[in-house]
């Protein structure tokens, strides 16, 4: 921390506020999970609307959105959820790909779409520590998981004008039908009847859902197979012997024991990260 800082002094912390990058990778032998955005491509589309790169670290909510005073200007964007966005008690254009905050003044967000994470990345990128080659929170890893009232926040400050060539324009899904995937390694342990049945039934995501991983509402079937402790991955598709499947999510294990029956495509992750409980789907093999 230097006085080259600007900080975000966090008025109220909102839902599982928190900071995330693309991950932490290369640790999976210690068993360190990846972390990481939830939504991949809602915090990608954030980056670039303010110059940043992709490797940037920004804040994600999910449902109750922080209240954050920026102590020095900046520009910043929000992505993922829909929101009225007001700076101090002036409501801004939610359509704006970038957005100007001079010193001193309150960011505060009201979710008004569907959607479950939000994005707000700042021109520069947040500087808190990296560890392990990334700022992405993580409880045993980073001394912060989530957000708390009173902490500061560090950022480069943007004094200059900057000009945005981007135009924003929502990609979070309301009817969703297909979320693709791949064969997952023991996906042929299942019958040919089982696959059919699989990639025909249609699922939701319940109210048993965190960043570890999403349970699906609808049970396939029940089983007792179990295999030997092997690699999971965020996007990793689960089948407990209950007949629930689950879906890993950013902050999931390194090694599990159930059945690894599909793979999420990078694109499908951050698609069921967002889905709200009534929306439903099937899976689609690629």
Known sequence: MTDQYGYIQVIQAGLYTSIQDKGRFGYFSEGIPIAGCMDSLSAERANMLVGNTNEEALIEWSVLPPKLKFLAPTYIACTGVTANIFIN????DNTAA????????????????HGVYGYIAIKGGIKTPKVLASRSWFSGVTSDAVFKKGIQIPYVPSHKKYQHHCKLTSILPSKVSILEVYRGPEYDLLTKQQQ???MLQKFSVSQLRDRMGIQLSETFEEHETSILSSPILPGTIQWVPSGKLIALMRNAQTIGGYPRLLQLTEEAISTIAQLNNNVSFSFALV
């Open 196 to 198: 059919n049945k699989l």
């Open 98 to 113: 970038c957005i100007y905050i001079p010193a001193n003044a309150t960011l505060s967000l009201k979710p008004i779409e």
């Open 89 to 92: 008690t002036i409501k801004v």
